[in-house]
């Protein structure tokens, strides 16, 4: 990381510091890191835009990829291509954010006036959501055939059917969804996190940014919520607070109820259990467990939010 650094600024009056788990440099009041590279120029250009508009509109601990050699983003090295992005110092953590920060947040990316072709998940939900569970389909198949078979093989394998009929019900879920006539302009694409972040972050960094429907984040933000004891009294206050500044609209519950429905929490557990095996295997038990919890509290989504899903309409999944 430093050779590639020491191009760009003088390392020699530069200070080492450690920032959301990644080493970088302060030198004149500016950060600096290495990211490797996992997009196009075209990617970065976007990404630099979007990020110094957020930063113009006063959202603090934005990250920039830059430019250096030859005018571009991406420098090659032995060991592969890297980005070198910088940002400023904010005064404290900034992530998670409130719920009336998220909803800040989402109404300063709406009105960002210009439209990303690189980075925009918008209306392609249906198609991301049936290539992860044709990914784990796959992989457990693969399981299936190993031998020995080890404990968290089993595991997986007698969870699969689950899991895939709770993405498959997700996807018709949000098929059906797609429909809702009741929209509002809180709908339009705004900047959101490719996963909302909900442990403490110093930065928002440039690479974790998405342009997508706000419900994605709000779904990330309350889907730790429904795993615990006291979540649907968390998660009613969130999104109450969130909707004191940012009301959503029918269509908008609609997705973030089919979001929620869509496992991503145990395909992201079993990705996690395919590098560590055996140290994930009781945090694997625990978070079965506690989906029972998860589904009671979906199952009164609607209830909680003070909403009749029958007079309004709005299909809920029997579990």
């Not at 990381?1 to 020699?12: A, G, H, K, Q, V």
């Not at 030198?27 to 075209?42: A, D, P």
């Not at 399981?143 to 895939?164: F, G, K, S, T």
């Not at 500044?245 to 259990?273: E, M, T």
């Amino acid at each position: 990381m430093e050779e590639l650094l020491r191009d760009f600024i003088n390392l020699d009056h530069a200070s080492a510091v450690q920032v959301d788990h990644q080493t970088g440099y302060l030198h004149e009041g500016v950060l600096y890191f290495v990211e490797r590279s996992i997009g196009n120029e075209r990617a970065y250009l976007e990404l630099q835009d979007v990020c110094e508009f957020l930063s113009r509109s006063g959202i603090e601990g934005m990250t920039f990829p830059v430019r250096i050699r030859n005018d571009q983003y991406s420098i090659s090295a032995r060991d592969g291509s890297y980005v070198i992005c910088q940002g400023f110092p904010p005064s404290g953590k900034v992530l998670p954010f409130s719920a009336q920060q998220l909803a800040d947040f989402h109404r300063v990316g709406a009105s960002y006036p210009y439209q990303p072709t690189t980075f925009s998940s918008y209306g392609g939900w249906r198609t991301l959501w049936a290539n992860r569970i044709d990914r784990f389909e796959a992989e457990v198949s693969r399981l299936y055939q190993e031998r020995p078979v080890a404990d968290w093989h089993r595991a997986w394998i007698d969870a699969a059917p689950y899991v895939i009929g709770l993405g498959e019900n997700a996807i018709q879920y949000l098929q059906e969804s797609e429909q809702e006539s009741r929209h509002h302009e809180a709908d339009q694409p705004t900047i959101t996190f490719d996963r909302y972040p909900t442990q403490s972050q110093t930065l928002i960094w440039f690479n974790e940014l998405r342009q997508d429907h706000p419900s994605r984040d709000l779904a990330e933000a309350i889907r730790p919520m429904l795993l615990r004891e006291n979540g649907a009294q968390e998660m009613t206050s969130f999104l109450q607070n969130y909707q004191a500044r940012s009301p959503l609209s029918f269509f908008g519950i609609r997705l973030l109820y089919a979001r929620l429905l869509f496992p991503v929490h145990l395909l992201d557990q079993f990705r996690n259990a395919q590098a560590d095996e055996r140290g994930l295997m009781e945090e694997t038990r625990q978070i079965f467990e506690n989906q029972k919890r998860y589904e009671l509290h979906l199952k009164m989504f609607y209830e909680w939010l003070q909403l009749s899903a029958r007079d309004m309409q709005l299909p809920v999944l029997d579990w």
